[in-house]
């Protein structure tokens, strides 16, 4: 590659990722959540490191900080300028740290051959903060001080390239120059390299401390409720409360009824008992009552001797037999038809199966786990359910609470859940963006983690090798609306999606032609994705481009006009 540096492209392809949500007080870069600090705020945070734990740990510390950041932007590099030529994707890195406010960065030298294994980046920085900061808190400084730049400069390249490089400070405005220099090359190019990437291995005690966390989770997983598939993980007190119950209830004998809506996860919890149970080491059969043709239910859950009905040729076990010592799930429960709720109850109260066609009861020995998303209260007064079954199954409720109801415990779900698909699929990611996670948590869960599940494997499909996960690969739908972005001078101006509905004039001729006027339409709309969201008003303000308590003001209005 030439040593002479071509200009740096234009940044506007940078400045219109930088989104500020002056809604929410939210600001991105991509799909990252990115904070505006004053000066001030860094500069007494660094001394009081310095107070504390000394320069040679803060250094460390800072530089380390700051290689994390620059690998963060790496992922964009080669994301928003796949076209174009090495330096100009390269460039995204001191672009994106002068858009970032640390330091104005201008490459001077770029040479480069992968191929050899040969790098060697030269950058100036002016106005760098950590210089400017450290000089006027400490003055005059014999070494350089730019840690967390530096940290970033090697954070940044060493991802960008996929290879350890590191770069070293070779002059700094805290040191008297008129500005600092930066030089960087792979680590096998310097013969201090081993020495320079001490700086980035973690401190001792960090390690230890590290290690201490790490034995405290694996004790703590250990605890938790789990069957095949591993613990059950979640942290909110919702969750923890019906784990409580469940753990209460795992070493007796009793019947669990578990409810919930659909795709809460009733099965995994039904193993989970089963697993900590007694009977853990005997059968655990579940069976779907609302996925079998009421004509063979009872055949299915009682057995049937030879000749019971067409096509029986040969007697066979049902579920509660084959479950004989262990544990039988009864999912969807409210849908079993009322001759089968009669045999079942029998069943319940004697421990005795009698097969579909014979006269001989056989003893079962059975734990029975009934799991439902119907309100058994209202089937049994709508004529659907029998009472006395509801009583008899209605000795240990356990209610699990909608993922909606467990906001806390989202993130660690889509985590766990892109680990294990990662895994299924060999496409490794780099997790997922602060945006994505920003919108998982704010979504209404209809679907609930079954809902999770189906978009934490979508977008690891959607997402490049080694990248991270945007909201746009788990909801297509989401976009920009209400956001403001900078201009080349720093100002905000308005993002796309912000300029007024594109198809106006469709709308407003539907508008004319159903007789509607526009508060009926805004309050249509408005009732419409609340509904959408499942009465979640956070979500539902969220699809509409406004605050939670402005579309509970516009409701409140709306309410007042129908009572009068």
């Not at 932007?73 to 672009?95: E, N, T, W």
Request: aromatic letters at 6%; glycine letters at 10%.
């Amino acid at each position: 590659m030439p040593t002479s540096v071509p200009p740096l492209p234009s940044d506007a392809d940078l400045r219109s990722l930088v989104r500020f949500s002056t809604e929410d007080g939210l600001i991105w870069l991509s799909g990252q959540r990115m904070l505006l600090l004053h000066l001030a705020s860094l500069s007494a945070l660094r001394r009081e490191m310095m107070e504390t734990m000394g320069s040679a740990h803060t250094r460390r510390l800072l530089m380390r900080a700051g290689y994390a950041s620059g690998e963060r932007d790496a992922q964009l590099a080669r994301q928003i300028r796949p076209d174009a030529s090495l330096f100009d994707m390269f460039a995204v890195g001191p672009q994106l740290h002068r858009l970032e406010g640390a330091v104005r960065a201008t490459p001077e030298v770029f040479e480069i051959d992968e191929a050899a294994g040969r790098l060697r980046c030269v950058v100036r920085w002016d106005h760098s903060w950590e210089a400017e900061m450290h000089g006027r808190e400490w003055g005059p400084q014999e070494a350089p001080v730019c840690w967390m730049l530096l940290g970033y400069a090697s954070g940044y390249t060493s991802a960008f390239f996929r290879r350890p490089a590191l770069f070293k400070e070779v002059q700094c405005a805290a040191c008297g120059h008129a500005h600092c220099l930066i030089e960087g090359r792979f680590v096998q190019e310097w013969p201090d390299g081993e020495l320079l990437e001490r700086d980035y291995a973690p401190e001792s005690m960090l390690v230890r401390m590290e290690e201490l966390q790490s034995q405290v989770e694996a004790l703590r997983t250990g605890l938790q409720p789990s069957d095949e598939q591993g613990p059950l993980l979640g942290r909110s007190r919702a969750f923890q409360g019906a784990v409580e119950l469940l753990r209460k209830a795992a070493p007796t004998q009793v019947t669990v009824l578990l409810t919930g809506e659909t795709g809460v996860g009733k099965e995994r919890f039904a193993r989970a008992l089963h697993a900590m149970s007694p009977r853990a080491g005997k059968p655990f059969v579940a069976v779907n009552c609302a996925a079998l043709p009421a004509e063979l239910i009872e055949s299915e859950l009682f057995g049937a001797e030879k000749g019971a009905y067409t096509g029986a040729g040969a007697a066979r076990m049902g579920r509660f037999e084959r479950a004989h010592g262990g544990t039988l799930m009864l999912d969807e429960l409210g849908e079993l038809p009322l001759p089968a709720q009669a045999k079942l109850l029998r069943v319940l109260q004697s421990g005795e199966v009698e097969r579909l066609g014979g006269t001989q009861a056989r003893k079962v020995d059975v734990r029975v786990i009934a799991a439902t998303n119907v309100d058994l209260e209202q089937a049994v007064e709508q004529g659907r359910f029998r009472r006395d079954l509801l009583y008899r199954l209605n000795v240990y409720p356990i209610r699990i609470p909608a993922l909606r109801e467990r906001a806390d415990d989202i993130a660690l779900l889509a985590m766990h859940l892109l680990h294990k698909f990662s895994a299924l699929h060999g496409k490794p990611v780099s997790g997922l963006s602060d945006r994505a996670l920003a919108a998982l948590r704010g979504h209404s869960w209809p679907g609930n983690v079954r809902e999770l599940e189906n978009l934490m494997e979508r977008g690891l499909i959607l997402t490049p090798p080694g990248e991270l996960i945007d909201v746009g690969a788990l909801f297509p739908q989401w976009s920009n609306a209400g956001h403001s972005g900078i201009d080349a001078q720093g100002y905000l101006a308005q993002g796309p999606g912000a300029e007024g509905v594109a198809d106006a004039s469709g709308l407003y001729d539907a508008m004319l032609g159903q007789g509607l006027h526009l508060e009926a339409l805004e309050d249509g709309l408005l009732q419409e994705a609340v509904r959408r969201a499942g009465g979640n008003l956070a979500a539902a303000a969220r699809a509409l481009g406004m605050t939670r308590p402005q579309l509970s003001y516009r409701l409140s209005r709306i309410r007042e006009r129908t009572k009068e």
